[in-house]
């Protein structure tokens, strides 16, 4: 069986498909080198991500949520995940109203 090489076309083609073309020796990729350029344009744009939810509304909403519910399993949940919340302790008293 006689061995072929690959033709310098092919070689080509699978050098360019891995991207190995798209990064300088020794360098960053040139979408790295392209986002750190841009950088200094960003000051007057808004921010690409949202900001955070105050944690203490979204533990008021997941109250509601439980007491609208009115299962025992609800409210048990919400107060292993939020035993140190004041709302943890509505969440008891509650508990204690649905076991008359």
């Given at each position: 069986m006689k061995r072929r090489t690959l033709p310098a076309s092919l070689f080509g083609a699978l050098i360019a498909l891995a991207g190995l073309s798209h990064q300088p020796l020794g360098g960053?990729?040139?979408?790295?080198e392209k986002a750190k350029a841009d950088d200094s344009s960003k000051r007057g744009r808004a921010p690409s991500m949202p900001m955070a939810r105050d944690?203490?509304?979204?533990?008021?909403?997941?109250?509601?949520?439980?007491r609208r519910k009115g299962t025992r399993e609800a409210l048990e949940l919400f107060i292993a995940r939020h035993g140190d919340d004041p709302l943890a302790a509505q969440a008891r008293a509650e508990l204690k109203?649905?076991?008359r």
């Amino acid at each position: 069986m006689k061995r072929r090489t690959l033709p310098a076309s092919l070689f080509g083609a699978l050098i360019a498909l891995a991207g190995l073309s798209h990064q300088p020796l020794g360098g960053l990729p040139v979408v790295v080198e392209k986002a750190k350029a841009d950088d200094s344009s960003k000051r007057g744009r808004a921010p690409s991500m949202p900001m955070a939810r105050d944690p203490a509304a979204a533990v008021a909403e997941e109250y509601e949520a439980a007491r609208r519910k009115g299962t025992r399993e609800a409210l048990e949940l919400f107060i292993a995940r939020h035993g140190d919340d004041p709302l943890a302790a509505q969440a008891r008293a509650e508990l204690k109203r649905l076991s008359r």
